[in-house]
C-alpha cells in the first residue's frame, strides 16, 4: 500500500477522519479528475466513490480505492479493510490542512493543547474526545465483523 491516500471531494469526511488516525491524506477542494489521478500515480492510494475515476485511475496503473457505505464508519471500515490497516490515535494530524500536530501544553487534570506545524491552528483533548474515541471503537468493530 502507498505511502498516502488521495481523496477525492466526495469523501471530505473519511479524509478527515483518516488525519484524525495519523494518516498522510492529500484533500483540497475542486481538485480534477486528472490531477487526482496524477498524485495516485506519485506514490499515493486514490480514494474515491466515483465508479468511472476508480476505472480511469485503475487503467492508468494507480492504486485505487473504490469506497461505498451509507456512514462514515462504513467507509472508513471498507479504506481500512482494503488497505490493510489498522485504525489508530497516533501521531494525529491536522483536520484542516493535514500538517503535524506538536504538543504545546499538557497540564495534569487540565487541558491539554497541541497546534499544527503548518497552518498553527489549535486542537486541545475536550468533551469531542469521547465522540472521536467512540468513533474508532465503532470502525474497529465493523471491521471486526468483516464490512465488505
Given at each position: 500500500m502507498s505511502s498516502f491516500f488521495v481523496v477525492d471531494e466526495m469523501l471530505g469526511d473519511v479524509a478527515k477522519w483518516l488525519r484524525i488516525m495519523g494518516h498522510e491524506v492529500r484533500y483540497k477542494?475542486?481538485?480534477?479528475?486528472?490531477?487526482?489521478?496524477?498524485?495516485?500515480?506519485?506514490?499515493?492510494?486514490?480514494?474515491?466513490?466515483?465508479?468511472?475515476?476508480?476505472d480511469r485511475a485503475m487503467r492508468k496503473g494507480?492504486?485505487?480505492?473504490?469506497?461505498?457505505?451509507?456512514?462514515?464508519?462504513?467507509k472508513l471500515a471498507m479504506v481500512f479493510i482494503k488497505?490493510?490497516?489498522?485504525?489508530?490515535?497516533?501521531?494525529?494530524?491536522?483536520?484542516?490542512?493535514?500538517?503535524?500536530?506538536?504538543?504545546?501544553?499538557?497540564?495534569?487534570?487540565?487541558?491539554?493543547?497541541w497546534y499544527c506545524d503548518d497552518c498553527g491552528k489549535i486542537y486541545w483533548k475536550g468533551s469531542?474526545?469521547?465522540?472521536?474515541?467512540?468513533?474508532?471503537r465503532?470502525?474497529?468493530r465493523r471491521i471486526a465483523g468483516g464490512s465488505r
Open positions: 477542494r475542486g481538485r480534477s479528475d486528472a490531477s487526482l489521478i496524477e498524485l495516485a500515480l506519485s506514490g499515493g492510494t486514490l480514494l474515491t466513490a466515483d465508479t468511472d475515476l476508480h494507480a492504486e485505487s480505492i473504490l469506497v461505498t457505505g451509507n456512514t462514515t464508519i462504513d488497505a490493510g490497516l489498522r485504525p489508530r490515535l497516533e501521531d494525529t494530524r491536522c483536520t484542516v490542512c493535514g500538517g503535524r500536530l506538536r504538543l504545546a501544553e499538557e497540564d495534569g487534570d487540565r487541558r491539554t493543547t469531542h474526545w469521547k465522540n472521536i474515541t467512540k468513533t474508532i465503532s470502525v474497529e
